[in-house]
Antibody, heavy 122, light 109 residues
Framework: EVQLLESGGGLVQPGGSLRLACAASGFSFSTYATSWVRQAPGKGLEWVAAISGAGGRTFYADSVKGRFIISRDNSKDMMYLQMDSLRVEDTAVYHC???????????????WGQGTQVTVSS | DIQMTQSPSTLSASVGDRVTITCRAS??????LAWYQHKPGKAPKLLIYKASSLQRGVPSRFSGSGSETEFTLTITSLQPDDFATYYCQQYNHFSSMYTFGQGTKLEIK
């Protein structure tokens, strides 16, 4: 059974940092690209960042470029999102999602995690 | 960038109804479109991929159609479990990566 479990969310002040993690199981992790997708309060889904299955290529939404870094450790079946210079508008539930393809942006997201809450507030 | 526009934003319907949600792309995306169902506190669920292909395990009352810039998600004979928010998503375009529509909230009438 495919599972994606996010962790690392919490309350942080504006300008602060947080590192999210996504633990994957039930599939060959390195074979597939993965993404972070967020949902701000009262808003829709917003793609944040993606990484290829091998980890060699990364992509970011303009809203987080230069502040967030996506990475993965295929030996541990883990994906990460390092979030720096956090802003109030980064407050959201962050989901990890698995693509059906190894490359970005090919392929829809066939499995998602339930998400972890990130709140940026003073 | 490719923009995705869904309509309506909110839809009220009753159990047993047939409903249709529309998604329009700002430029042609061929058939690279997916539909997701999302309930509060849950993981989004893939329903349809490549515009009209039903994801394994999804009930056949869900169907998708369209190509280029105009797409629809149809749910026939609504069930209580279907009341949720639905999103379209384009993919496969390096210029815009992955773009979601703003969502359609399906409510019980």
């Amino acid at each position: 059974e495919v599972q994606l479990l996010e962790s690392g969310g919490g309350l942080v002040q504006p300008g602060g940092s947080l590192r999210l993690a996504c633990a994957a199981s039930g599939f060959s992790f390195s074979t597939y690209a993965t993404s972070w997708v967020r949902q701000a309060p009262g808003k829709g889904l917003e793609w944040v960042a993606a990484i290829s299955g091998a980890g060699g290529r990364t992509f970011y939404a303009d809203s987080v470029k230069g502040r967030f870094i996506i990475s993965r450790d295929n030996s541990k079946d883990m994906m990460y999102l390092q979030m720096d210079s956090l802003r109030v508008e980064d407050t959201a539930v962050y989901h990890c999602a698995k693509s059906i393809r190894p490359t970005v942006p090919q392929g829809e997201f066939d499995f998602w995690g339930q998400g972890t809450q990130v709140t940026v507030s003073s | 960038d490719i923009q995705m526009t869904q309509s309506p934003s909110t839809l009220s319907a009753s159990v047993g109804d047939r409903v249709t949600i529309t998604c329009r792309a700002s430029q042609s995306i061929s058939s690279w479109l997916a539909w997701y169902q999302h309930k509060p506190g849950k993981a989004p669920k893939l329903l349809i991929y490549k515009a009209s292909s039903l994801q394994r395990g999804v009930p056949s009352r869900f169907s998708g159609s369209g190509s280029e810039t105009e797409f629809t998600l149809t749910i026939t004979s609504l069930q209580p479990d279907d009341f949720a928010t639905y999103y379209c998503q384009q993919y496969n375009h390096f210029s815009s990566m992955y773009t979601f529509g703003q969502g359609t909230k399906l409510e019980i009438k």
